[in-house]
């Protein structure tokens, strides 16, 4: 899952990013709200990060806005200001939730969670397919009951094939979850981590099949027993 992070402070914007990201995310972090805005018209993020002092604006600026256009994106306000009005317009403005400046990066992670897990979110129940489950909170992949050991691309390549079970999933799709603004994949990236994947699968005995859809995308079918 790919995450929005729009913080100023380059210290604390890094520190969030890796906290993130060693639990799976992929974060983009921006420092202005031009920046975000961009952003925001380009790529379509499962969540959003966002502190309000920003150098060229309030952050609550852009959350008006988001929630004007009617957008539907989850958003967590992270700033200093600690006050009950500060919070009361933070989410009258339309955050989904608000967590104050010092703060633990467990807490924020589980807070990024439970917001992901509400109603029409991106993180939820468990996904099945044939013998394949996928705990998108824990991230853990079992076959059979069985724990299976993938790397992060690979968990976000079947997360997105396994959510679309039957439907392809466009290769550009793949792409835009896999890598933020900031990576630099190698050749032919996803058609790797989807080998890999399908790979570890057929190893496994998993009753699932990866088909490629030749210059398309991918999809994942459950294999009739």
């Known amino acids: ?14 520190a969030v990013s890796e906290g993130l990201g060693r639990a799976g995310f992929v974060v983009d972090a921006l420092d202005t709200v031009q920046a975000a805005e961009q952003a925001l018209q380009t790529v379509r993020f499962d969540a959003l990060i966002l502190d309000l002092g920003l150098p060229d604006g309030d952050g609550l600026t852009l959350l008006h806005g988001l929630r004007r256009r009617d957008s539907e994106l989850p958003v967590l306000i992270l700033t200093a200001r600690d006050t009950v009005e500060d919070r009361v317009v933070g989410l ?12 633990a990066m467990a807490e924020l992670l589980a807070r990024v969670k439970a917001m992901l897990r509400r109603p029409g979110a991106a993180l939820g129940k468990v996904l099945t397919a044939g013998n394949l489950s ?22 976000a390549v079947l997360e997105q094939l396994m959510r679309r079970l039957g439907r392809v999933v466009p290769r550009a799709v793949l ?21 890999h994947l399908r790979r570890r699968l057929e190893e496994k005995g998993a009753s699932v099949r990866v088909h490629t859809i030749r210059g398309i995308g991918y999809l994942l079918t459950e294999v009739d027993s």
């Open 1 to 14: 899952m790919r995450l929005l992070l729009l913080e100023d402070e380059w210290r604390l914007a890094e």
């Open 134 to 155: 996928f705990d998108s909170i824990g991230r853990e992949v079992r076959i059979a009951d069985r724990h299976v050991d993938l790397c992060r691309q690979e968990l």
């Open 92 to 103: 009258d403005r339309g955050a989904d939730d608000y967590l104050v400046k010092p703060f």
């Open 175 to 195: 792409e835009e979850k896999l890598y933020g603004f900031d990576s630099e994949p190698a050749s032919n990236p996803v058609p790797v981590h989807v080998h």
